[in-house]
């Protein structure tokens, strides 16, 4: 006899394995029907491309464009986010990846080297600028209706980061 938590976890299993079955279907393909501006915006799309970018031998991706909107600082280094707009509910239906976002994690190590250059704030000195980085990446998905992935690509050595243009403000 199933309980009431039993039904409840299975469920939520069900939701997970069909959401990860169309999200890892779904990565690569072109969105179907008509795209607003808000799907095709830099960072949904760059999370696509993301997603099906190959390692090398060292396990590393290369991320470019990447637009850095905003960022945190913490004790294990510094994360950068790109712009990110929520994506229409109706094309998220179609294609659920239109919800996964990426985000650039530079290492305690790094930020280090970065001040020791001269730079004091490396959130501020990133904000506005399109980058180019090489680094591992790694995945979580966030359950909700649909569920979204959050790439992060960590950088660990300071020749992996590449400023290539600054955007305005």
Known sequence: MRTG?????SSVLT????????TSL????APVGNTSPLSTSPGNMLAKTVGDA??????????SDFRVADGSSKSEGVTLVSPYVEPDPREVLR?????????????????????NLGVSDVTEHFKGKTL??????????YLGFPA?????????????ILVTGTTAR
């Open 5 to 9: 938590r039993h039904l409840l976890l």
């Open 15 to 22: 939701v997970l394995v069909v959401t990860l079955s169309h």
């Open 26 to 29: 779904a990565h690569g393909q």
């Open 54 to 63: 190959q390692p090398d031998k060292e396990g590393r991706i290369l991320v």
């Open 95 to 115: 294609d659920p990846t239109l919800r996964d976002r990426v985000e650039v994690h530079i290492t305690s190590e790094v930020v280090t080297r970065l001040k």
């Open 132 to 141: 180019r980085v090489r680094g591992k990446r790694t995945g979580v998905f």
């Open 148 to 160: 979204a992935l959050v790439h992060t690509v960590t950088v660990d050595r300071l020749d992996d």
